[in-house]
């Protein structure tokens, strides 16, 4: 967050010198930008400077952060069909099944499927391409690029689904939840 969006705002400024009017240009710079993101970048700045004057590196906070109106919106997950048409659609694709089912049934987050090592599960039907479970024909790691194509591009629009990683870790705590799990146990 700093280096991407607060550095590049206020380069060299002092802390103290920031004015609420830098705040509101930072906000139209980044109009493109998701309004959580933009909201990240303003909580960031907001503890640095609270920080600062907690410090004492400066004597006050110079100036008003206020968040953007973020819209609200519902985690989408697949319901129990959904989810066995993606299966059944990832079949044909043994990366494409793997992540579906590492997502959907184990909870994982994309980076934590690209970091899964055969040395991590329990009984490997181990392939010899590479340490990884999930890599190319080479054994070189899938990017998390790669990853998105075959479910978003492929998988899903066989299965006639809505596309996303992150949708099979909101499927697996949602179906846990309908199967009556505990929320602390889902957490």
């Not at 550095?7 to 830098?22: P, Q, S, V, Y």
């Not at 400077?49 to 906070?61: F, Y």
């Not at 959904?82 to 994982?108: I, K, M, N, T, W």
């Amino acid at each position: 967050m700093f280096r991407v969006h607060l550095a590049k705002a206020f380069g060299d400024t002092r802390l103290d010198a920031i004015t609420t009017e830098d705040v509101h240009r930072l906000k139209a710079v980044a109009h493109g930008a998701r309004a959580e993101t933009v909201n990240n970048a303003l909580t960031t700045l907001s503890v640095v400077l609270k920080t600062a004057a907690e410090w004492g590196v400066i004597d006050r906070v110079p100036c008003a952060i206020k968040l953007l109106k973020a819209p609200t919106s519902e985690a989408s997950f697949y319901d129990f069909d959904e989810f066995e048409r993606l299966v059944g659609a990832a079949r044909s694709e043994a990366p494409a099944l793997l992540v579906v089912l590492l997502g959907g049934e184990a909870g994982l987050r994309c980076g934590e499927m690209m970091a899964l090592e055969w040395t991590d599960v329990d009984r490997p039907a181990r392939h010899l391409r590479g340490p990884r479970v999930l890599c190319d024909g080479a054994g070189k790691p899938l990017t998390q690029e790669v990853i998105q194509v075959l479910v978003r591009r492929r998988t899903a629009r066989r299965a006639n689904v809505k596309p996303g990683i992150h949708i099979l870790r909101h499927t697996f705590c949602s179906h846990l939840a309908m199967r009556g799990a505990p929320a602390r146990a889902i957490q």
